[in-house]
């Protein structure tokens, strides 16, 4: 059975930091197959992509809004992915969702979500 387990979630003040991570567990050597990726969904927003790390070992991707602030990485030997979130500003307030991703065969797995509140 596949599992997504995110942590790190937690209460901020603006210009802060905060990493979050996704545990990855049920498929073992295919993770790195994956497309690895964050999303969030605001208060009354819906889901958006935040950042993406292809399997196909290319560039990050990020939205505009986090651009320079945020940044993807994984661990290919523990099965984890990380979103360093730096500078947090009120408009990152949010669920944080890991999903990850096989587009080859139509395969997708979200997480149950880790709550980011930036509030003074």
């Known amino acids: 059975q596949v599992q997504l387990v995110e942590s790190g979630g937690a209460s901020v003040r603006p210009g802060g930091t905060l990493r979050l991570s996704c545990a990855v567990s049920?498929?073992?050597?295919?993770?790195?197959?994956?497309?690895m990726s964050w999303y969030r969904q605001g208060p009354g927003k819906e889901r958006e992509l935040v950042a993406l790390?292809?399997?196909?070992?290319?560039?990050?991707e990020y939205a505009d809004s986090v651009k320079d602030r945020f940044s993807i990485s994984n661990d290919l030997v523990h099965f984890t992915v990380y979103l360093q979130m730096n500078n947090l500003k009120p408009e990152d307030t949010a669920v944080y969702f890991c999903?990850?991703?096989?587009?080859?065969?139509?395969?997708?797995?979200w997480g149950q979500g880790t709550q980011v509140t930036v509030s003074s």
């Open positions: 049920g498929i073992g050597f295919t993770f790195r197959l994956y497309d």
């Open positions: 790390i292809s399997s196909d070992g290319g560039s990050p």
């Open positions: 999903r990850i991703e096989r587009r080859d065969i139509s395969l997708g797995y």
